[in-house]
């Protein structure tokens, strides 16, 4: 099983017209055509839910409530996998670790604050 691994600012750029959105929708349609997996991590809903949110609220590139809706209904079509970044690195013991410690610095900074 192969695949692409992808965060919230690709799916993003698949969501809403901004730069590099026609790289996102490339790579988004190079790996369905080559019948390839799209994965993304746990979180990737409550990330992209939370950025579309804040366009609202920016002076900057903000889009409408009725904009933000439409994305996140989109969003919700879209054809990809959550997986955990243990499942999807591969089986090195020293690269496991060196995920297993990224991941887990955000935990004990918001345990500590």
């Known amino acids: ?24 929708q490339a790579l ?5 055509s080559a019948e390839k997996l799209l994965f993304a991590p746990p979180l990737m809903p409550s990330e992209v839910t ?5 366009r609202t609220r920016r002076q900057q ?5 009725s904009h933000a809706d439409s994305a996140l209904a989109n ?6 996998s959550t997986r955990s970044a243990a ?8 690269v496991r670790a060196r995920v297993w410690a990224a991941s887990n610095i955000r935990l004990r900074v918001r345990r500590a604050g």
């Open 1 to 24: 099983m192969t695949g692409v691994v992808i965060d919230a600012s690709v799916v993003v750029k698949l969501l809403i017209d901004e730069d590099h959105s026609d790289r996102a």
């Open 50 to 54: 939370n950025v579309l949110f804040q």
């Open 75 to 80: 969003f919700l079509l879209l054809p990809f």
């Open 28 to 32: 988004s349609a190079n790996t369905l």
């Open 61 to 65: 590139n903000t889009i409408s409530s």
């Open 87 to 94: 499942r999807v690195v591969p089986p090195s013991p020293g």
